[in-house]
């Protein structure tokens, strides 16, 4: 069946008549079909949509293997050599991209044992690194293509004693293995102090070397 459309002309001198299919007709024989349906209707069992469907469950489940006892030893003579070799753990057999925390506890203790024996002479008088009071800060080492590398940021505070006696405490701060030359030190007597400036220049070689040494054990671990 067709439409017929008419249009008058305002002033009724013409009109216009067209002829055509019905618009219901247009809209069902002419509507667009989806490239999906066009693939999966149009090559029937040759279509992917049509194997996918298929065969989406019939592929069965590989059943478990267990290795011999000699296939084990081998995969674990393996891990061994390769955790000697780059330091990786067993997750990371490549020796790509690894990181550890290195707990305070430690730091603090490998750095009790790298000042145990440290004192300096200032003014006559003779200082020397009673305990670590505190250790704060935090400290990583990362694997980095089969490389070890280390790193810290940390404050310390260091008990003191003058000729035997107790006398105040060195504050460290700002203390970075990226720069340890920029290492802030702050002496705090509790009795008749020494001149600061001394104390600083007295500590610092030999604070910067145990700090370099500290570097080293972290990453060596």
């Known amino acids: 069946p067709e439409a017929a459309f008419s249009r008058i002309h305002p002033k ?42 298929k065969n989406a469950h019939s592929t069965a489940t590989p059943d478990p293997k267990l290795l011999t006892q000699e296939e084990v030893a081998r995969q674990k003579s393996e891990i061994d050599r390769l955790k000697q ?21 430690w730091v603090k203790a490998s750095l009790g044992e790298l000042l145990r024996s440290t004192s300096v002479s200032v003014g006559g008088s003779t200082l020397c690194v009673a305990a670590i009071s505190s250790c704060t800060g935090e400290a990583h080492q990362w694997l980095v293509r089969g490389r070890k590398r280390a790193g810290f940021e940390l404050e310390v505070d260091l008990a003191l004693t003058q000729d035997g006696e107790a006398m105040g405490k060195l504050c460290l701060t700002q203390i970075s293995s990226d720069d340890l030359e920029e290492m802030q030190l702050a002496y705090r007597s509790e009795g008749p102090g020494l001149s600061p400036s001394a104390v600083h220049s007295a500590f610092h070689p030999t604070l910067l070397a145990a700090f370099k040494d500290l570097l080293e054990r972290i990453k060596a671990r």
Do not use: H, I
């Open 12 to 53: 009724g001198c013409c009109s216009l008549r067209v002829v055509g299919p019905r618009c219901d007709e247009m809209s069902r024989t002419d509507a667009p079909v989806s490239k999906l349906v066009e693939q999966a209707t149009s090559k029937a069992d040759l279509s992917y949509s049509y194997w996918a469907a």
């Open 85 to 105: 070799t780059t330091g990786a753990s067993a997750w990371n057999m490549g020796g790509t991209f690894e990181e550890r925390a290195v707990g305070m506890e």
